[in-house]
């Protein structure tokens, strides 16, 4: 097969363009950027530079592939971030049409059932609407969750401040996924005949914002490193203090919201799939040899 990967070769990315190229599989990535080039290369992968803002690219890009890997690069700059996710929904949808590609699988979130109140998960909301226009293809919809290596984003604060935290508190349900369960999930679905659009959760462990204090702070050696939960003025200034977007700035605060009330989680109860192998205190291992480098 010949199949079409976005993302570049990021933390999903790269273990799915191995994993294809291991079975087989003539692969393509796109990214935006011209020195990530020869590392594409260096994976048995033929690099398409080019951007996603850019639907004639993305034709040229997509014609002659069997499959497509969709997702929404993350960006934390914004200013109207619904505008930034539907506009390249709509170049991919232009491009699938065009290029005539029949098997699309997209990256979406728990969450994107919900319209609005879901923070920038509403933003692969309106992207699962746009794709589902496009006739004619097989379109799966991988739902994932809180994503582990977003907690590394707290090593400077566990660092500098001995704790761990977010605005929302200690006994929030946390559904957590590790991208190389991801890769592996849309490896295997972009190399199955699919027809019509349908929407396939997965998930790799189940518990509270209070274990991964704990699974993580075993892992370095503070086992008493509490999680603190931040008010929402506080963590919305602390954002815009790092450079962040305001608009970014209140859909995360929005979605810490959501997790409080735990309205995220809602329809991913209705179809509870089979959990991944990769536990909360396995990434804890990942966590300290990060933390302690």
Request: zero cysteines; hydrophobic letters at 45%; charged letters at 15%.
């Amino acid at each position: 097969m010949k199949i079409v990967i976005t993302g570049s070769i990021g933390n999903i990315s790269q273990p799915l363009a191995k994993q294809l190229v291991a079975a087989g599989h003539e692969v393509s990535i796109i990214s935006s950027n011209p020195s990530k080039a020869a590392a594409i290369a260096a994976l048995g992968a033929t690099p398409a530079i080019g951007s996603l803002e850019d639907a004639a690219f993305l034709t040229n890009a997509f014609t002659g592939a069997d499959a497509v890997y969709t997702m929404t690069p993350p960006t934390f700059i914004a200013a109207d971030f619904i505008a930034y996710a539907t506009n390249i929904a709509a170049n991919y949808a232009k491009a699938i049409t065009a290029a005539g590609v029949k098997r699309v699988v997209n990256l979406s979130s728990i969450g994107a059932h919900l319209e609005s109140g879901n923070g920038p998960i509403a933003g692969s909301h309106q992207v699962e609407k746009i794709l589902n226009q496009v006739p004619g293809i097989g379109l799966t919809h991988v739902r994932a969750p809180f994503f582990y290596y977003n907690f590394l984003n707290n090593v400077e604060m566990i660092r500098q401040m001995g704790i761990i935290g977010n605005n929302y508190p200690a006994d929030t349900r946390l559904i957590l996924i590790h991208p190389a369960e991801i890769a592996a999930t849309v490896a295997a679905a972009l190399q199955e005949p699919a027809q019509g659009s349908s929407v396939k959760y997965i998930y790799s462990d189940d518990r509270t914002a209070a274990e991964v204090a704990a699974a993580i702070g075993k892992a370095i050696g503070k086992a008493d490193l509490p999680w603190v939960a931040f008010d929402d003025e506080g963590t919305r200034k602390s954002m815009l203090d790092a450079g962040m977007s305001a608009e970014m700035a209140g859909r995360f605060v929005e979605m810490g919201q959501a997790l409080r009330k735990g309205s995220l989680w809602a329809e991913f109860d209705q179809h509870p799939p089979t959990p991944g192998k990769i536990k909360l205190e396995d990434f804890a291992q990942e966590f300290a040899a990060i933390y302690n480098s």
